[in-house]
C-alpha cells in the first residue's frame, strides 16, 4: 500500500484502533474490607510507591505510575504513600521509609531502583514488591532476585515500531526523508523504542520503494546518541540540536523530561520538524509541546500499576512478570491530535493492520533489548 504525498484527513481515527487501556483486577479472597469504592480490599492494605530521580512531575514515567497507583487507591478507598526521590541517594532511604511504615506493596519505579528494591524484598518477604522496567535479575539467572518482586515491563519495540512508520510517512510526505531519534541512558528499556523506531521507518521505505534516511540510533551496532541521564538539560539540548542540525524533520527524544530540550531546540531552530513523545500521550500530559508532539509511543505504565495494585488489594498478588505488549493493550500509539487531519492519506489504516499483523503473529516485531 502506498501512502499518498498529499494531506489529508484520514478515513479511520488512530485514537480507535491503537489507543487502548488496560482493565482488570483479581477476585477478592476472604477476610477483606469493604471500600468507599463499592471494592474490597484485604484488611490493613496500604499501596507504596517510590519514584526515581525523575519526580511525580516528569510528564512521563514517574507520573504515569503515580496516576496509576492514585487511581487504585481512590476507588479502593485507601491512601497510597509516595516517597519522591530528588536524587539517587534517596533510593535507600525512601524504600526503608517504606517498610518503615508497613507498606504491604511497594512498587519501584525504574531499574535505578532496582538494587535498593531486591535489597529490601530480601529482608522482607512478607512484603510484596513490583519494579517497574526491570526485571529484579542482579546474579543473571533468569528470575527475580527475591521471590516477593513484580517485574513490570513492557515490549515497546512493537509500539516503537509503529511509530517509526508514522515518522517516515510524515518525513517522505514533506520531501525531507530524514528521522532521528536520541536517549538518555544507553539501558535496555529506552535503546528498545529506538529499535523499534528505526525498524518501523525501514518497513516504511520497503513498502513504498523510498529511501527515509534514520540518524541517532544503529540497530545492528547498538550505538548511537544518548544524553547520560534523563535531565532536561543544556546537554540533553545541545543532542538533540545535533540531531537537528542532520535535518531531520522528525525526532523522537527517549527519556522522560529530555523531550523537553528537544521541544527547546525546534522552538530555536525556527524550523517545522516535530517529535514523537515516549510513556505517556505526551501532548495530553504537557499541553505547552502539543504543537510539536506529532504523536507518542505509549508504555501504559499507569494501567499497569492499577492492574499491580488492585490485584495486591485483594490478596492476588502474583509475581509472573508483567510484559505489555500490543496485543494485552500494554503498549500502543496515543492519537495524532491535531495533526490528525495533516496526515499522509491511509497512514492511519495502514498503522492499524501492521498493528493487527503484529499481533496475529504474521508480523514478527522485537529487538535484543526486548524483556525476556
Given at each position: 500500500m502506498?501512502?499518498?504525498?498529499?494531506?489529508?484527513?484520514?478515513?479511520?481515527?488512530?485514537?480507535?484502533?491503537?489507543?487502548?487501556?488496560?482493565?482488570?483486577?483479581?477476585?477478592?479472597?476472604?477476610?477483606?474490607?469493604?471500600?468507599?469504592?463499592?471494592?474490597?480490599?484485604?484488611?490493613?492494605?496500604?499501596p507504596?510507591?517510590?519514584?526515581?530521580?525523575?519526580?511525580?512531575?516528569?510528564?512521563?514515567?514517574?507520573?504515569?505510575?503515580?496516576?496509576?497507583?492514585?487511581?487504585?487507591?481512590?476507588?479502593?478507598?485507601?491512601?497510597?504513600?509516595?516517597?519522591e526521590?530528588?536524587?539517587?541517594?534517596?533510593?535507600?532511604?525512601?524504600?526503608?521509609?517504606?517498610v518503615?511504615?508497613?507498606?504491604?506493596?511497594?512498587?519501584?519505579?525504574?531499574?535505578?531502583?532496582?538494587?535498593?528494591?531486591?535489597?529490601?524484598?530480601?529482608?522482607?518477604?512478607?512484603?510484596?514488591?513490583?519494579?517497574?522496567?526491570?526485571?529484579?535479575?542482579?546474579?543473571?539467572?533468569?528470575?527475580?532476585?527475591?521471590?516477593?518482586?513484580?517485574?513490570?515491563?513492557?515490549?515497546?519495540?512493537?509500539?516503537?515500531?509503529?511509530?517509526?512508520?508514522?515518522?517516515?510517512?510524515?518525513?517522505?510526505?514533506?520531501?525531507?526523508?530524514?528521522?532521528?531519534?536520541?536517549?538518555?541512558?544507553?539501558?535496555?528499556?529506552?535503546?528498545?523504542?529506538?529499535?523499534?523506531?528505526i525498524?518501523?521507518?525501514?518497513?516504511?521505505?520497503?513498502?513504498?520503494?523510498?529511501?527515509?534516511?534514520?540518524?541517532?540510533?544503529?540497530?545492528?551496532?547498538?550505538?548511537?546518541?544518548?544524553?547520560?541521564?534523563?535531565?532536561?538539560?543544556?546537554?540533553?539540548?545541545q543532542?538533540?540540536?545535533?540531531?537537528?542540525?542532520?535535518?531531520?524533520?522528525?525526532?523522537?527524544?527517549?527519556?522522560?523530561?529530555?523531550?523537553?530540550?528537544?521541544?527547546?531546540?525546534?522552538?530555536?531552530?525556527?524550523?517545522?520538524?516535530?517529535?514523537?513523545g515516549?510513556?505517556?500521550?505526551?501532548?495530553?500530559?504537557?499541553?505547552?509541546?502539543?504543537?510539536?508532539?506529532?504523536?507518542?509511543?505509549?508504555?501504559?505504565?499507569?494501567?499497569?500499576?492499577?492492574?499491580?495494585?488492585?490485584?495486591?488489594?485483594?490478596?492476588?498478588?502474583?509475581?509472573?512478570?508483567?510484559?505489555?505488549?500490543?496485543?494485552?493493550?500494554?503498549?500502543?500509539?496515543?492519537?495524532?491530535?491535531?495533526?490528525?487531519?495533516?496526515?499522509?492519506?491511509?497512514?492511519?489504516?495502514?498503522?492499524?493492520?501492521?498493528?493487527?499483523?503484529i499481533?496475529?503473529?504474521?508480523?514478527?516485531?522485537?529487538?535484543?533489548?526486548?524483556?525476556?
Amino acid at each position: 500500500m502506498t501512502i499518498s504525498s498529499t494531506r489529508k484527513l484520514a478515513g479511520v481515527t488512530v485514537a480507535a484502533s491503537l489507543a487502548l487501556v488496560l482493565a482488570g483486577c483479581g477476585a477478592a479472597p476472604e477476610a477483606t474490607t469493604p471500600t468507599e469504592g463499592g471494592k474490597t480490599a484485604v484488611a490493613g492494605f496500604k499501596p507504596c510507591i517510590v519514584s526515581d530521580d525523575g519526580g511525580w512531575n516528569d510528564k512521563s514515567f514517574n507520573e504515569s505510575a503515580k496516576n496509576g497507583i492514585d487511581k487504585a487507591a481512590q476507588e479502593l478507598g485507601v491512601k497510597a504513600v509516595e516517597a519522591e526521590s530528588s536524587s539517587e541517594s534517596d533510593y535507600g532511604p525512601n524504600m526503608q521509609s517504606m517498610v518503615g511504615q508497613n507498606c504491604t506493596l511497594i512498587i519501584a519505579v525504574g531499574y535505578k531502583l532496582s538494587a535498593e528494591t531486591i535489597k529490601a524484598a530480601k529482608a522482607n518477604p512478607s512484603i510484596n514488591f513490583a519494579i517497574i522496567d526491570d526485571s529484579a535479575d542482579a546474579d543473571g539467572d533468569g528470575k527475580p532476585d527475591a521471590d516477593n518482586i513484580k517485574p513490570i515491563l513492557f515490549n515497546t519495540v512493537e509500539a516503537a515500531y509503529l511509530g517509526g512508520y508514522a515518522a517516515a510517512a510524515w518525513s517522505h510526505q514533506d520531501g525531507v526523508d530524514k528521522v532521528g531519534t536520541f536517549g538518555g541512558l544507553q539501558i535496555p528499556s529506552v535503546a528498545i523504542f529506538m529499535d523499534g523506531f528505526i525498524d518501523g521507518v525501514k518497513k516504511f521505505n520497503e513498502d513504498n520503494s523510498t529511501n527515509v534516511a534514520t540518524l541517532g540510533w544503529n540497530v545492528d551496532t547498538q550505538k548511537g546518541s544518548f544524553t547520560g541521564g534523563f535531565t532536561a538539560n543544556d546537554t540533553a539540548k545541545q543532542t538533540a540540536q545535533g540531531i537537528l542540525d542532520q535535518g531531520v524533520d522528525v525526532i523522537l527524544p527517549v527519556g522522560g523530561p529530555i523531550y523537553k530540550s528537544a521541544a527547546a531546540a525546534i522552538k530555536d531552530s525556527g524550523k517545522d520538524t516535530v517529535m514523537m513523545g515516549v510513556d505517556s500521550d505526551l501532548a495530553v500530559a504537557d499541553p505547552s509541546v502539543a504543537d510539536v508532539t506529532l504523536v507518542s509511543i505509549m508504555k501504559r505504565i499507569d494501567s499497569a500499576v492499577y492492574d499491580t495494585v488492585m490485584s495486591a488489594a485483594t490478596g492476588d498478588f502474583d509475581v509472573t512478570p508483567y510484559i505489555g505488549t500490543l496485543k494485552n493493550e500494554g503498549v500502543g500509539l496515543s492519537p495524532f491530535h491535531d495533526f490528525e487531519s495533516k496526515l499522509p492519506s491511509g497512514l492511519t489504516d495502514k498503522l492499524a493492520d501492521l498493528q493487527k499483523q503484529i499481533i496475529d503473529g504474521s508480523l514478527t516485531v522485537t529487538s535484543t533489548n526486548s524483556p525476556k
